[in-house]
């Protein structure tokens, strides 16, 4: 069967793989349909030198595909159903597991794709208990985005945000794959959106996405033009993920009171912060990593209630190096999809 493997550093290869054995009790076999393109796989394929990992290594952090078949034990799943699954091999049995906080996990072996094997493979074997079943209706290039494109957004917004109706809140890189979603979820419950982008085309999508201020960052300093449209009052929430160079600027957008949740250091992992600031205004600061299974049902659902993935494009199998350079290029508004 083929599979994406990583051999070393910007070494990615399609090639012919043994295919796995039949389900164990408490697993599920899927056929791979579609993978979705994230800057963990950038990352991995760059090489990051804290990812420990035995090469060659399958690539994918995020898929959807059908079952094929069910190991002994397992209900609730039957061939042909729609699924995506979580992308760390968590233990299940830890308190942060069995209170369904799964991405605090103590003894996860590993996010698959980046320290273990991933995703992009015809066909790969998973437990049941991290298997989520799409709502009818729900196509695999559009389940493909819900782990890490809608789940990563639904946990940092609502688990730990807490982002209320009608509140106001600052999505940074708007056409991001978690960006584009999280305008979506916020315009969805009524909230007053501002975001920024790297050029007019892409403000012009956000703005018809439903994002009610664009700022171009780099026209205009984004923490100005928010202050000054929001009569130097700020915003409830910022959607952090840019890092370095966007840190300062984000808590000079908060409002006294405000929130900030971030999941990514994309420019850079360390910044400085002004501590009287801090207590002062009393901002709540939060990181969020990945998203619990739960999130990912409730992606699916929203999928299924008509809330669309933005997907950029989808390339072939074959052309997955051209996904890649697409998200290395910033060229992308929404997510890239490989299709099996």
């Known amino acids: ?78 061939p042909g159903d729609t699924v995506t699954a979580y992308g760390a091999d968590t233990c299940g049995q830890c308190k942060a597991c069995r209170e369904g906080r799964d991405n605090l996990c103590e003894n996860v072996a590993g996010i ?20 989520i079943k799409a709502p009818k209706g729900v196509s695999f290039e559009d389940a493909a985005c819900a782990p890490i494109g809608f789940g990563t957004v639904q946990h940092m917004l609502f688990d730990n945000a807490k982002l209320e109706p009608g509140e106001s809140v600052l999505v940074h890189a708007g056409g991001s794959g978690i960006g584009t979603a999280a305008i979506l979820m916020a315009k969805a419950i009524g909230c007053t959106v501002y975001t920024t982008v790297g050029d007019d085309e892409k403000g012009a999508k956000a703005k018809a996405l439903g994002a009610d201020h664009v700022i171009n960052y780099r026209e205009d300093r984004f923490e100005g033009v928010v202050r000054k449209l929001t009569g130097r009052k700020g915003v409830d929430v910022v959607f952090e993920h840019v890092g370095a160079d966007t840190w300062n600027g984000s808590l000079l957008c908060l409002k006294r009171g405000g929130r900030l949740v971030t999941c990514g250091a994309t420019s850079g992992p360390s910044a400085t912060i002004n501590l009287m600031q801090l207590f002062q205004q009393q901002y709540r600061i939060t990181g969020s990593f990945g998203c619990r299974i739960e999130n990912i049902a409730q992606s699916l659902e929203k999928m299924a209630g008509g809330m669309k993935p933005v997907i950029d494009s989808v390339f072939p199998l074959a052309e997955f190096e051209k996904g890649l350079a697409r998200i290395e290029g910033r060229k992308v508004f929404g997510k890239v999809v490989i299709a099996f």
Not at 7 to 18: A, V
Not at 23 to 30: H, L
Not at 31 to 36: L, P, Q
Not at 112 to 131: C, Q, V
């Open 1 to 78: 069967m083929r599979s994406l493997q990583l051999h070393g550093d910007r070494d990615l290869r399609l090639e012919e793989i043994e295919p796995p054995p039949p389900p164990a009790p408490g697993e599920v076999q899927i056929r791979i349909k579609a993978v979705g393109l994230n800057y963990l796989d950038l990352w991995g394929f760059r090489g990051m030198a804290f990812a420990k990992r035995k090469m060659p290594q399958a690539a994918g952090v995020e898929a959807a595909g059908e079952i094929v078949c069910v190991g002994e034990g397992v209900t609730g799943f039957a």
């Open 112 to 131: 698959m794709g980046f320290h273990i094997d991933g995703f992009a493979r015809e066909l790969l074997n998973r437990p049941a208990r991290l298997t």
